[in-house]
């Protein structure tokens, strides 16, 4: 028994051995090229020219020895491709046209600022062209010819060119569109109308919160909080004056903070702040006033005159002692300014006085 279980190790070894052999066979015969003249040579080519470009330090030459390799790899991508091209299932192109496609787009925007966008774009048509360059061409090797492909296959060809136009031209769009609302990002929002409002053609307060354009609650938000600072607790006489001028002190500060704070968005041009004060009482002037502070958006959205984010404050007088006039603390004047939470999101443009 003992020499049937050696016999049966030396079959089971042999065998495993075979197999590796196998696949060392296979590697070898893919690394290595049966002649000089071969897509393997011309892979080895890019690699060794992107290695001479990395330590060379001369400008030109490093562009030079660089482009040359960028050649190499996608002659060599594409003979590979289409020793025995593989479709997409339903056309006429080969997956080997798609990855030189993708190879060739990304060599010639590489030095372009919106690599990834341009590539994307533009990798649909380009794959498509290099899919009808053999269709022009018969033979192979050396002897070459041009020729004119039959009327079925020139209709293929026309209709798989303008398909993946079709689609650069969508990526673009969704491109394009994307990097709008990035920049733009308060151009998207929706502006919805109740029914009382559409029945009597108003404007209409807009819910829920979550849905207002974050760039307007920000400015608004800073805009209070500075009227705040300028108002709360100074003297009566001293805030009705500066609520005289409520909308151009309140145009000045929205400036500040739209320099500041939407920085890095080029909306900020379609922004500006402004407000409007009314007597809580029309009849009593010591009534107190509503001041409104409204966020304006003037760019591109879905209402005819835009829209505007509004937030309600309320302005009272009341009398305080102030210890720094007399010892007894005689009673003053002063303002008191209290801010409803609430951000009311309206289309069209806000009243005026």
Known sequence: MSLVDDALSLIGFATILDFFKDIFARIRDFFVPDKAFSWQTLIYLSLFSWLMSSLSNDGPIQDIIAFLGWVFLIAGTSWYTTDKPLYIPGTIMPVGAVITGGIVSVFAFQQNEELITRTIVFWPTISALISAIPEFFEGSGTDVKTQLPELKDRESVIILIGCCMLLSCWLNLYGVTDTWLNEYPSARYPVYQDETARRN??????????????????????????????????????????????????????????????????????????????????????????????????????????????????????????????????????AELECLPKISYIAGQPPRN
């Not at 209070?224 to 100074?234: M, N, P, R, W």
């Not at 500066?242 to 002190?249: E, Q, V």
């Open 201 to 334: 053609d108003l404007l209409t307060v807009i819910e829920p919160q979550d849905k207002i354009p974050q760039n307007g609650v920000v400015i608004l938000n800073k805009l209070q909080s500075a009227v705040e600072t300028a108002l709360d607790g100074k003297s009566w006489s001293e805030v009705e004056l500066w609520l005289k001028n409520a909308n151009r002190k309140a145009s000045q500060l929205g400036e500040k903070i739209i320099e500041i704070n939407l920085a890095k968005f080029e909306e900020k041009d379609f922004w500006k702040a402004e407000a409007n004060v009314q007597n809580i009482d029309p009849k009593d002037y010591n009534s107190g006033y509503r001041l409104d502070l409204y966020s304006v958006w003037q760019g591109p959205s879905a209402t005819e005159n835009g829209y505007y984010l509004k937030r309600s404050c309320q302005i009272e007088p009341i009398a305080v002692r102030d210890e720094s006039i007399s010892s007894k603390g005689e009673k003053i004047t002063v």
